[in-house]
């Protein structure tokens, strides 16, 4: 079993987006610590809800799905009305542990995930063995994501589309009382999270 370590007085500004930043938050006050919530992006469905709607609907035609996110599963999960119809030749891959416990909320299994890192390129090395030549690809993402997993599948022959679910936006936060803090030294430790 782990060792907690003590952040008895310290300080700690969560920056993920406030629907995800309260398991982060009761951690830090359980080790002792004051976490000091300040989103520095707010997760929305997408611009292009149409365009997603009709890309998800065309998941029975495809061979693999890769979910970038556990925001990606649940904003294609809310565009599909909450449940996928995913038949069952499709092989399902998640970017990582919490994309993979998103998926189960819905009754679906990755065949793939990574066992210890959250990435593309730890989901990319989980791929060696498999022949990706001629397969059709969807990545269930968010608008604008990184391209490593689309380079990478089409490098092996594979034909890639996007479902981009959701949208990253910057919050209208006032940003004077995170100063106040920062400056009279409350805040010890600033956390940085994807996922």
């Known amino acids: 079993m782990a060792k907690t370590q003590s952040l008895q007085g310290v300080g700690v500004l969560v920056t993920r987006p406030k629907t995800q930043a309260e398991a982060l938050s009761k951690l830090i006050k359980a080790a002792g610590g004051h976490a000091i919530i300040f ?6 469905e997408t611009h292009n809800r149409q365009k997603a709607l009709s890309t998800l609907h065309k998941i029975a035609s495809h061979d693999w799905l890769f979910f970038v996110s ?5 904003y294609a999960a809310k ?3 909450g449940t996928f119809k995913t038949p069952q030749q ?3 891959a998640a970017v990582g542990k919490a994309t993979k416990n ?3 909320q819905y009754k679906l299994l990755a065949d793939l995930t990574p066992p210890h890192t959250s990435s593309s390129e730890a989901l990319l090395s989980q791929l060696e ?3 990706m030549h001629e397969k059709k690809c969807m990545i269930i993402r968010g608008e604008g994501g990184r391209e490593t997993l689309k380079q990478t599948l089409q490098s092996y022959g594979a034909t890639v589309s996007y479902a981009e679910v959701y949208r990253r936006d910057c919050p209208d ?8 803090s920062w400056k009279n030294g409350e805040i010890n ?3 940085a999270t994807s996922g």
Not at 39 to 44: H, R
């Open 39 to 44: 989103p520095t992006l707010i997760i929305n």
């Open 70 to 74: 556990a925001n990606a599963v649940h």
């Open 79 to 81: 565009l599909l009305g």
């Open 90 to 92: 499709i092989k399902i």
């Open 102 to 104: 998103a998926l189960s």
């Open 129 to 131: 063995g498999q022949n």
């Open 173 to 180: 936060s006032d940003t004077g009382q995170l100063v106040s």
């Open 189 to 191: 430790y600033v956390t």
